[in-house]
């Protein structure tokens, strides 16, 4: 077992044996997804070796773990990653090459594993990477969805969501714990009664109660020892807890737990069924935290020294009443013990600044399905309420409250409970502090902190462009792989011509494998030299992907009225899924769509634009998608995206950032300069003075600026639709509801913007060193650097200490 990647042969002879065995046939009869299941087995089997020994030392040192509770991890797949992380890639690569197999067929065998929405997901996913490649004890908490976020079809422009059957062929990276089980109660009622000592107990009996058993993953660190643990609870039914007479009603409420991941994040429309996974993964993973605590330690009195929670925005907030339950009802804590346990535990990181996606549950709901979480929570907010009366800020009640206008405010709760509160780029605490969470900041100064976003460098750069990662070997070393912080030692060649070409060429093949990848997929032919122009995230109105594709509309406009406009030749690429539920966005795909289809098939237009929606968003499109652009679109109203990380993998790629100042783009401008990135529109001074005076009217610009009532013109009239009304809600949002995301208000800086780019672009020379610029700066970037700063400043985590 020990040997079989220790060489070609012993891997080529174990792997032939290995699958012969497994489905009882000659290997050369056996089918790629055979393989690959046991290719995945014998990878996950020789993680377990270092699995144990990270547990073992974990014990044995007394290391301090986070626990990252997040309802969303977006890994994508793992096995490239694995491989490359154990340094077994090549001995694999080099075994299957010689049984006829080449590596990418297996690699494409693989589901991406897709639980998640966005963003949020993806960040929690290149967390786990770098905690295990340094060396530092972090488990992820999540659930099992049997269907990851839906896959995204596109029939007659529109988008069609199918289920995405990610655990299909199974997950070879999972080892089912079925001995690690818990119950998890919901609903019933609470009766307290006093024991001969006059203290409170709670008798609780709940009306439905299923089994949360765990699937580990093992996270396998880069050349390190370090393998944590990524568990993930399925639901099961609890033979004696069905009621007679509803067998069939608990069979299906069992099942709906855990069936797929929310797909809506546009709105949180009161889904008690959320509100349940939510509180079914936090019970399971607080009771597991609690019980391998006391397998090691004599009581929970030291828990916040050897346990830091981390909530992945307020999904898993539910973890402060239920610590507070389960050291008060189950371990006989008082209030203010478990209190100081529980706040010196816990952190909270906030991802939104939008309202509408600030969790609020109706207080009816929450007390119905929770009942004795509920009770603690009432408890919280009258002893919060007592400190602020305390300290004479009572004119903050309103501000602050946790139960307010028959709702439980879910970040309240959060701040509350926490010791530390951040955002996750500066601009965004920075909104937090001063803004939305300003009452919070001035109670309680100290716990504000900013966390600037990161990614992973070893999937986002390492994996996904070994083109590029062995021209900056060959340019700088190696150092960067290990410390890429390194990578501005680029900057001393960034005027190298030869260096510039080389880099060119890099750049080119990567966009030629993206023009491969829609030939195959979507049998659209893309020009290689033209300009890649990018924009892939979730659809928002907020984000703006209609700003986009309004200046294509206006491009197309006005090339065809005037046949000596023309533009140098670019390549739009939009990716994106839309909510199911969220109509606006599903109508600016739809728009999106239609645009493509009229310019592509313009024998006019169509040598100078095209444009590809790529369907199905997910891990494995973006990388193959953010590697080739030339240009990242991250134009997002400005205060509004909290970070963007996308924005972060194509500055590393050597993408220029065509953006506004918002999110981290603020910190990528301060890296590269804002000479290396070109940045337009209102900043959120401008948009919040806007407000205050109440004095942005749609209208008016498009009374007064011709390219605008062109565009919005076109929506109507027929041009890329023939039904007037197609885009009726993209029309009524914008003229209407006066267009509260200003896409009319930066549409002219956008468009004069977008022509510096191309001016940029025709100087190849200028070109280049701009794009090594970006990556040289893009060090800062990796969540590497991110996990660092959480570790020293809110976990207080140290490395692993492994004896050899
Ligand atoms: C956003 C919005 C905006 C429109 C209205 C409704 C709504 C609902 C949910 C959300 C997103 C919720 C949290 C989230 O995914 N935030 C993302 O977190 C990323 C990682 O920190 C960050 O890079 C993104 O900017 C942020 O949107």
Redesign the pocket.
Known sequence: MMSTFSSKENFVNTFKVAVAETYGRDFEDTKSVERYLVLGHLIRDYAGINWKETKNAIKKSQTKQLYYFSMEFLMGRLLTNNLMNLGIYDVVKDGLDELGMNINEIEEVESDAGLG???????AACFMDSLASLNLAGNGNCIRYRYGLFKQKIENFQQVELPDCWLKYGNVWEVWKPQHEVKVKFGGKVDAYMDYNGKFHMKYEPDFVVRAVPYDEPIIGYHTKTTNTLRLWDAQVDENSVKPGQLGQYLSDVSALTANVYPD????DGKRLRLKQEYFFVCAGINQIIESHLRVYPSLDNLAEKVAIQLN?THPVLVIPELMRVLMDDYNYDWDPAWNIVTHTVAY?N??V?A??LEKWPQDMMRDLLPRVYMIIEEIERRFHYEVDHRNMGYLFNSVSILKDNQVHMAHLAIVGSHSVNG??KI?SEILVNDVMSSFAALYPDRFNNKT?GITHRRWLLYSNPQLTDLLIDTIGDGFIKHPSELSKLMDYVDDPILQNRFMEVKRERKAILAKYVKDTLNIDVDVDSIFDCQAK?L???KRQLLNVFHIMHLYLRMKKDPNFRIYPRTFFFSAKAAPSYALAKEIIKLINMVAEKVNNDPEISRYIKVVFIPNYSVSVAEVLMNAADVSEQISTAG??????GNMKYMMNGALTLGTLD??NVEIVEQVGYENAQIFGLHVEDINELKKENSYNAWNLYNQDANIREVIESLKNNTWANDPNAFQLIYNDLMLRNDEFFVLADFEAYIYAQSLVQRMYEDRSRWARMMLINIAKSGYFSSDRTIQEYADQIWGLTPIPFEN
């Open positions: 929405n966005g963003g949020l997901g993806r960040l994040d546009s709105t949180l925005d990181t991802h939104t939008m509408e996606a996750v780029a965004h976003n979730r928002h109105a907020y509004k995206e909290a970070s963007g990380t999110g981290a």
